[in-house]
Structures are given as structure tokens and as C-alpha cells.
Nanobody
Framework: QVQLVESGGGWVQPGGSLRLSCAAS????????MGWFRRGLGKQRVLVAS???????TYEGSVKGRFTISRDNANNTVYLQMNNLKPEDTAVYYC???????????????WGQGTQVTVSS
């Protein structure tokens, strides 16, 4: 069994910064891609940023230049540094791990429980 535990959400004023962390634990041999999704009120869950095991990154257009995703492969942890936050960034942020090589033998995908990020004055 694999678990993803997120931390770092909260309230911040516009222009502020937050750093999200997500640690994967359990029977893990490797994780291909780790990423962050978000779901705003009344909206669908969408990809914010992702990073492969080799370090290739992808960002949603509205966060480019403001958010930075990174990961620590040795500790199966992914981070999302969010700078210059805007009210429209308010959402529940979910960690995702895909291509998780685990037991029973196979590849799996997992989600974290979500962490609230609120940007308001």
C-alpha cells in the first residue's frame, strides 16, 4: 500500500508565497511522474504541474513563471513552490503519483487527500 501525505497549504494574501510538499510512503520501487492538480470551487480538477523521475517538467499556462515543481527521488517527495499567488489560485491542491512501481508487481497511480490553498486579502 502506498500513501501520499501533503502539507503546506493555508491562507496567504495576494502576492504571497506558499510551498506545498507531498511525501509518498509504502512499498515503492520507483515513481515515474509526480504532480500537483487543483480543483477550484465549482470547477474540474486540472493539472497544475508535473515532473518526471528524470526531471522533465510541465506547467499549466497560468502558473508558468510563478510556480516551480521539484522532487527528491531518494525520498519520494515532490514540492510545489508557489510565488506571486493570485486569488484565482485558490483551490484544493492534490498530489498525484503515476507509474508507481510497487507490489503486487505492477504500476499504479495514487492521490493525496488534498490541501486547501486560499489567496485573499
Amino acid at each position: 500500500q502506498v500513501q501520499l501525505v501533503e502539507s503546506g497549504g493555508g491562507w496567504v494574501q495576494p502576492g504571497g508565497s506558499l510551498r506545498l510538499s507531498c511525501a509518498a510512503s509504502g512499498s515503492i520501487f520507483s515513481i515515474h511522474t509526480m504532480g500537483w492538480f487543483r480543483r477550484g470551487l465549482g470547477k474540474q480538477r486540472v493539472l497544475v504541474a508535473s515532473i518526471t523521475h528524470s526531471g522533465m517538467t510541465t506547467y499549466e499556462g497560468s502558473v508558468k513563471g510563478r510556480f516551480t515543481i521539484s522532487r527528491d527521488n531518494a525520498n519520494n517527495t515532490v514540492y510545489l513552490q508557489m510565488n506571486n499567488l493570485k486569488p484565482e489560485d485558490t483551490a484544493v491542491y492534490y498530489c498525484n503519483a503515476a507509474g508507481v512501481v510497487s507490489t503486487p508487481p505492477g504500476e499504479y497511480a495514487y492521490w493525496g487527500q488534498g490541501t486547501q490553498v486560499t489567496v485573499s486579502s
